[in-house]
């Protein structure tokens, strides 16, 4: 049961029904508290603030969430009887697989980001390198699209209403501090702005036109509230083991050369306890 329905309950009142642009508002409100663009993590990645290891950690792990994305929409599709809805979303799959006139998809310009910064392919691909709490959040979020309605699935995928502005400041800020990184790895990103901004317009009407009861409208709330929850739980992993205390997982992905600085202030945070 949602916070907002259960706390008319407790009041003896009935939730409200917002109008298709009350809740387009309430909506981002949620964006504008809890998207990840506000994290610490990616405060430090855009302004300059990591080492090369770091934003290697950074890539690798995001390749979980960026592999899992085709497998989501898929299970989105397969609970969708309005064959509008799956000719719409069907596109989401190749925009991130590929498709079959050999235009690469976001998984593909993903993978050329971590080569062009230095990590095995084959390495990446296969995930053994990444957090634990990367793999958790991500399978969660698969499984919340596989379990929940179909008006949350497709709520859920709204995260991308702010997406366009957080590919903006990163595009600008590490190709501005960082030397090992140049125009040719951020094509993920570039590539984005349009296909994120088409997406969530969609997804956005969608939600608009058929959350009709106030408990439905509680749901797409708390949707988002959840997938905001599962791209921040990713950050707040990568903070911590690769930036402060710096306690690596055992297995996963330690940086070259930059490895043992961040293990021992973990281990000497950890003794000044």
Same mark, same amino acid.
């Given at each position: 049961?949602?916070?907002?329905?259960?706390?008319?309950? *407790?009041n003896?009142?009935?939730?409200?029904?917002?109008?298709?642009?009350?809740?387009?508002?309430?909506?981002?409100? !949620?964006?504008?508290?809890?998207? =990840?663009?506000?994290?610490p993590?990616?405060?430090?990645?855009?302004?300059?603030?990591?080492?090369?290891?770091?934003?290697?950690?950074?890539?690798?792990?995001?390749?979980?969430?960026?592999?899992?994305?085709?497998?989501?929409?898929?299970?989105?599709?397969?609970? $969708?009887?309005?064959?509008e809805?799956r000719?719409?979303?069907?596109?989401?799959?190749e925009?991130?697989?590929?498709?079959?006139?050999?235009?690469?998809?976001? !998984?593909?310009?993903?993978?050329?980001?971590?080569?062009?910064?230095?990590?095995?392919?084959?390495?990446?691909?296969?995930?053994?390198?990444?957090?634990?709490?990367?793999?958790?959040?991500?399978?969660?979020?698969?499984?919340?699209?596989?379990?929940?309605?179909?008006l949350?699935?497709?709520?859920?995928?709204?995260?991308?209403l702010?997406?366009?502005?957080?590919?903006?400041?990163?595009?600008?800020?590490?190709?501005?501090?960082?030397?090992?990184?140049?125009?040719?790895?951020?094509?993920?990103?570039?590539?984005?702005?349009?296909? *994120?901004?088409?997406?969530?317009?969609?997804?956005l009407?969608?939600?608009?036109? =058929?959350?009709?009861?106030?408990?439905?409208?509680?749901?797409?709330?708390?949707a988002?509230?959840?997938?905001?929850?599962?791209?921040?739980?990713?950050?707040? *992993?990568?903070?911590f083991?690769?930036?402060d205390?710096?306690?690596?997982?055992?297995? *996963?992905?330690?940086p070259?050369?930059?490895?043992?600085p !961040?293990?021992? $202030?973990?281990?000497a945070?950890?003794?000044?306890?």
């Amino acid at each position: 049961m949602s916070g907002t329905h259960a706390h008319g309950e *407790a009041n003896g009142e009935r939730a409200k029904l917002l109008s298709p642009d009350e809740m387009e508002v309430a909506l981002r409100a !949620i964006g504008a508290e809890r998207y =990840h663009d506000r994290h610490p993590f990616h405060h430090l990645l855009h302004g300059g603030k990591l080492g090369k290891g770091q934003v290697q950690a950074w890539a690798l792990n995001r390749y979980c969430y960026q592999s899992a994305v085709p497998r989501k929409d898929a299970a989105l599709m397969s609970r $969708a009887e309005d064959r509008e809805l799956r000719r719409e979303w069907r596109h989401r799959i190749e925009d991130h697989d590929g498709d079959f006139t050999g235009e690469e998809g976001g !998984i593909e310009r993903w993978l050329v980001l971590t080569t062009g910064l230095g990590i095995d392919r084959d390495y990446v691909v296969s995930m053994k390198g990444a957090l634990p709490a990367t793999r958790f959040a991500v399978e969660a979020y698969v499984r919340f699209v596989r379990e929940n309605t179909l008006l949350e699935a497709v709520a859920s995928s709204l995260t991308e209403l702010f997406a366009p502005t957080i590919h903006r400041e990163r595009i600008v800020g590490m190709l501005e501090n960082y030397d090992f990184i140049d125009d040719s790895v951020m094509q993920y990103f570039r590539r984005r702005l349009d296909q *994120a901004t088409n997406d969530a317009d969609f997804a956005l009407a969608y939600v608009k036109r =058929h959350a009709r009861s106030p408990e439905q409208q509680a749901a797409c709330l708390d949707a988002l509230r959840f997938k905001c929850n599962v791209l921040w739980s990713q950050l707040d *992993a990568l903070y911590f083991a690769y930036v402060d205390p710096g306690f690596i997982p055992p297995g *996963a992905f330690v940086p070259e050369g930059a490895g043992a600085p !961040i293990l021992s $202030a973990g281990l000497a945070s950890l003794r000044s306890r």
